[in-house]
Structure formats: C-alpha cells, structure tokens
C-alpha cells in the first residue's frame, strides 16, 4: 500500500511543480539602468494575476511559458514580455519624458520695483555706424545668438518621437497579432499556436516600413514557412539551465 501510494506521489508531484509554476526578475529605470524601480505593476494578462515590485525592483509572479506580462508604472512607458521561459527576467523601463515632473518652491521673495518700469527712465535708441543714426528698438542690431541647451533639448525630444513612435507600432501589433486573428487564419490551436505566434510575431521595423502592413499576407507567408519546419522546429524551446 504504501508503494503505491509513493509512486503516486512521484507521478502527481511534477504535475502539481507545472500548476504552481512563476517566473521572478528585476525592473530597472533604462537610463540609469542600476536604479531599481518600486511598485511597478506586472500583471500577467494571460491569468489576470497582478503584483508590485519591491523596493529593490524585485518581483515574483505565477506564470507559465506562453503567458504575456506587462510591466506599467506612472511616469515610465508601458512594456510587454512574452515569456518562452521561466527563467529570471532583468527588465528596463524607459521613462516618459513628457511628463512633468513636480517642482516645490520653498521660498522667494521680489522687490515688486524691480517689475515696475522706472519712471525717471528716458527711451533710448541704438547707435548705427551710418552717420550715428538712431536705430529703432525693434530692429535687428546684430549680437550674438545664444543657443544654450538646445542641442540636448533636440536629442530629448527626438529619443521621445521614437519612444512614442515605437509604442504605437507595439500598441497596432498587440491589437491585430492575437491568438483569435491567428487561429482564424492559419487553424491553430493550443500550444501550437502559442509557440507559431511567437516565432513570428511582425517584426517593429517591418510593421513601420510597409503601410499600411498587411497582416494577413505576413501570417499566411508566416505559416507556410512553419509548416516547411521539421517538427521538432516548430516549438520554441525553452533555455535550460544546469546546475
């Protein structure tokens, strides 16, 4: 009795090892990408489970292979991972540099008659090379052009244009690339279309470079060249790890 009580055991433990499976990582700020990131929402839109990273970035959450995570947090532009494997993740956020960050004015004081115009003052006029003629107030004089700044303001705001820019395309394949899309095109079902969708997920570049894309041509294509895989080809295996 009790053998076979043990070989039930060791025939229902790995079952039970699969059904409480996670996956744990670390979530750091992408610019300096030794600051770990607290309460950052990862939330398995698989199984709907939702967690907060600790204070050192960490997190652990039920999950399989072929579950999708998505990390959010205010301030930082939403990523997605799709897992192929359970082993820990090292996560960067990039922050959303359009967000004003918050400035707190201890203290200031202005003599108000440094804003009132001084009613002692006499206009005055530019002096002009031409036989001393006064120039107007409004026009040019020449001088110098003070650009201080400017050259990493432009860099800002073109690393922003291709982080929203890149958010968008992500945002169109995640809408239109689902298993319901995928399924009614190609007939695939279960684990098999998990691992064809993530073998051939549209590419960012490709999606950007042909508009409007044509999903339907890119995943027949897609599956023809899936099909031409030997079987053992067609699963997207996860990395082992030895000890």
């Not at 990131?37 to 600790?54: D, E, G, I, P």
């Not at 052009?145 to 995640?174: S, T």
Request: glycine share 6%; aromatic share 10%.
């Amino acid at each position: 009795m009790l053998k076979k009580l043990f070989l039930l055991l060791i025939l229902v433990a790995p079952l039970w090892l699969m059904a409480q499976s996670s996956v744990s990582g670390t979530v750091f700020d992408f610019d300096n990408n030794t600051f770990p990131l607290q309460n950052v929402k990862v939330r398995n839109l698989s199984n709907n489970q939702l967690t907060l990273t600790k204070a050192a970035g960490q997190f652990n959450i039920t999950a399989k292979m072929g579950d999708l995570l998505e990390f959010s947090l205010m301030g930082y532009h939403t990523d997605t991972l799709f897992l192929i494997n359970l082993s820990p993740k090292t996560i960067y956020l990039p922050g959303n540099s359009t967000a004003l960050k918050e400035v707190e004015i201890v203290g200031s004081k202005i003599n108000p008659s440094i804003l009132s115009p001084d009613p002692l003052a006499r206009p005055y006029k530019r002096l002009a090379p031409d036989g001393l003629r006064g120039k107007g107030n409004n026009d040019r004089a020449g001088g110098l052009l003070f650009n201080l700044g400017y050259g990493k303001y432009k860099r800002q705001q073109e690393k922003i244009r291709v982080l929203e820019e890149r958010d968008r395309f992500q945002a169109e394949i995640n809408e239109v690339f689902t298993e319901a899309y995928v399924s009614d095109l190609v007939k695939l079902k279960g684990q098999e279309l998990k691992d064809f969708m993530a073998m051939y997920r549209p590419p960012e570049e490709l999606v950007k470079s042909e508009r409007p894309f044509n999903y339907d041509l890119y995943t027949v294509k897609a599956y023809h060249t899936w099909l031409k895989l030997p079987p053992e080809q067609r699963k997207v295996v996860p990395i082992s790890f030895q000890k």
